[in-house]
């Protein structure tokens, strides 16, 4: 009875729905857009930080919409509440530490990198950024995204973050893609070769090295 009232105790807690959306909202301040069909990635980025608040602090959804077709009330872990520590303690709280420090991190180094040489000039122009995170990775800000997600999923996954999940990692991979295409256009050979030593979430240091030899 004990162990159910502490369960219970996280809802309803609306205060600490809004201290969540505005922690994790934070984020989306660092990653202003010029374009109208951006703002549907970060709109949906939005909703599943509400989504991971409300079902974390406010009401179950996930949980009751599991009962009510199925029948049954998963145990805490299981698609509701915090998913690893009934298997491995608090320690289930380092991977949310850690994705969403690194997530933060990747956004802020990202807007500091582009912003004095891209963002800032008239209707988007600048030069092409290569330094600093960007001379790694060509979206930094979107691998933070998902780094921020996967925080708040190995705090409290739960049955609609799950399936937003996947889709915002579709939603931004084709932002990025049509940003390169824009990109490309602009900068032309220069953002070509740029392209081909850099991942575009990941590093990609081998590879990267030694097509930049090449290009040399």
Not at 4 to 29: D, K, M, P, R
Not at 46 to 73: D, K, R, S, T
Not at 151 to 166: D, G, H, I, K, N
Request: charge should be positive.
């Amino acid at each position: 009875m004990q162990a159910e009232e502490n369960i219970w105790s996280h809802y309803g807690l609306w205060g600490a729905v809004v201290f969540w959306i505005i922690v994790y909202g934070i984020a989306i301040l660092f990653m202003p857009y010029y374009r109208k069909m951006s703002w549907k990635p970060k709109s949906a980025f939005l909703a599943f930080i509400i989504a991971f608040a409300i079902e974390m602090h406010g009401i179950p959804f996930g949980m009751y919409l599991v009962g009510a077709v199925f029948g049954v009330q998963l145990p805490e872990g299981i698609l509701w509440g915090h998913t690893l520590q009934p298997y491995i303690g608090a320690n289930g709280i380092i991977g949310t530490i850690i994705f969403g420090l690194l997530g933060f991190v990747l956004i802020y180094l990202g807007w500091r990198d582009i912003h004095k040489h891209y963002w800032v000039k008239e209707e988007g122009k600048g030069r092409l950024v290569t330094e600093g995170i960007y001379g790694y990775i060509r979206h930094p800000q979107y691998t933070g995204v998902f780094c921020l997600s996967l925080a708040m999923l190995s705090e409290w996954a739960t049955v609609p973050l799950l399936v937003m999940f996947p889709l915002i990692l579709f939603m931004y991979y084709r932002l990025a893609k049509r940003e390169e295409q824009d990109m490309e256009k602009e900068f032309g050979e220069e953002y070509v070769l740029y392209r081909q030593r850099t991942g575009m979430f990941l590093p990609r240091w081998t590879r990267g090295q030694s097509k930049a030899q090449k290009a040399a």
